[in-house]
């Protein structure tokens, strides 16, 4: 499996990657920390799945969901961010998105939410 | 100090100090003195919430560089003998700040009509000007043998 992470900060992509490296085992990481990275990283690796930041210095998560969308990708993808108000959920929701989690995504959470998506049996 | 500004400073050091025990092993958290004095000098992150249109929070997070290295590497899961790049330590004290910031603001803001947006942390080492603070509040917090501390000041908007 391969998973695209999105986060401006490298502290998070290393404690979200960890995290879900203790949930499903081995799998492939990439990693990106701003959007115009994480559009290239979708094109160039074509990743399973995208856990996206809602701010980042460029666009937002919601931003780089929308174009990705635009662009016909059809994998999945979900949001950690500490902005997890019912108006960013909601939009991320419309998008298409399969989970938003609070960050910090605690092992347990990610578990939950794989699972209802089934990336976890 | 206003009762909505203390109320607000108890949620900060509630919400820190969750953060701190799901991101980390750290077991010992203590507050410490609170005080309405503006801090000067600054050595760690900040960040500014606007509420709605005419009220704007900033929050940070205030302590020695070592204090930034200790808690760095505690939630990067670090050995504690090892370097930690300043670049590494600014970043994650930042990370720990907008993590709890953003909690504070769904607990405190969650049932209001007023939008509240948060920015990205801005890392501080040195002179901390705020002309435009109406009120302040900084409360210390030990953790371990180390000392910080989390600080609201309500800044005047301009109409």
């Given at each position: 499996?391969?998973?695209?992470?999105?986060?401006?900060?490298?502290?998070?992509?290393?404690?979200?990657?960890?995290?879900?490296?203790?949930?499903?085992?081995?799998?492939?990481?990439f990693?990106?920390?701003?959007?115009?990275?994480?559009?290239a990283a979708v094109k160039e690796h074509t990743?399973?799945?995208?856990?996206?930041?809602?701010?980042?210095?460029?666009?937002?998560?919601?931003?780089?969901?929308?174009?990705?969308?635009?662009?016909?990708?059809?994998?999945?993808?979900?949001?950690?961010?500490?902005?997890?108000?019912?108006?960013?959920?909601?939009?991320?929701?419309?998008?298409?998105?399969?989970?938003?989690?609070?960050?910090?995504?605690?092992?347990?959470?990610?578990?939950?939410?794989?699972?209802?998506?089934?990336?976890?049996? | 100090?206003?009762?909505?500004?203390?109320?607000?400073?108890?949620?900060?050091?509630?919400?820190?100090?969750?953060?701190?025990?799901?991101?980390?092993?750290?077991?010992?958290?203590?507050?410490?003195?609170?005080?309405?004095?503006?801090?000067?000098?600054?050595?760690?992150?900040?960040?500014?919430?606007?509420?709605?249109?005419?009220?704007?929070?900033?929050?940070?997070?205030?302590?020695?560089?070592?204090?930034?290295?200790?808690?760095?590497?505690?939630?990067?899961?670090?050995?504690?003998?090892?370097?930690?790049?300043?670049?590494?330590?600014?970043?994650?004290?930042?990370?720990?700040?907008?993590?709890?910031?953003?909690?504070?603001?769904?607990?405190?803001?969650?049932?209001?009509?007023?939008?509240?947006?948060?920015?990205?942390?801005?890392?501080?080492?040195?002179?901390?000007?705020?002309?435009?603070?109406?009120?302040?509040?900084?409360?210390?917090?030990?953790?371990?043998?180390?000392?910080?501390?989390?600080?609201?000041?309500?800044?005047?908007?301009?109409?």
């Amino acid at each position: 499996m391969k998973i695209l992470f999105v986060d401006d900060s490298k502290t998070m992509l290393k404690i979200n990657a960890s995290n879900v490296k203790k949930v499903i085992g081995d799998f492939e990481v990439f990693k990106a920390s701003n959007g115009a990275e994480a559009l290239a990283a979708v094109k160039e690796h074509t990743p399973d799945l995208i856990v996206l930041d809602l701010v980042l210095p460029d666009m937002t998560g919601l931003d780089i969901l929308e174009q990705l969308n635009k662009l016909g990708f059809n994998k999945m993808a979900g949001f950690i961010s500490s902005m997890k108000t019912n108006e960013n959920y909601q939009k991320a929701m419309a998008l298409g998105a399969k989970f938003f989690l609070d960050k910090p995504a605690t092992p347990e959470a990610i578990t939950k939410a794989f699972r209802d998506i089934g990336v976890l049996k | 100090m206003t009762p909505q500004l203390t109320k607000w400073m108890s949620v900060l050091q509630d919400c820190f100090r969750d953060c701190l025990t799901s991101m980390s092993e750290v077991k010992k958290i203590q507050p410490g003195t609170v005080s309405s004095d503006p801090i000067k000098s600054m050595c760690g992150p900040i960040i500014q919430v606007k509420v709605g249109a005419n009220s704007c929070l900033q929050i940070g997070l205030h302590s020695d560089p070592q204090t930034q290295q200790f808690l760095g590497k505690l939630i990067e899961e670090d050995d504690p003998d090892d370097f930690l790049p300043d670049s590494d330590s600014s970043d994650a004290v930042g990370e720990i700040l907008n993590i709890f910031v953003g909690q504070f603001v769904r607990t405190v803001f969650i049932k209001s009509d007023e939008q509240a947006v948060l920015t990205t942390p801005i890392f501080i080492y040195g002179q901390l000007d705020l002309p435009a603070i109406l009120e302040f509040c900084s409360q210390e917090v030990q953790i371990d043998d180390h000392k910080v501390s989390i600080f609201i000041g309500i800044l005047k908007v301009k109409q």
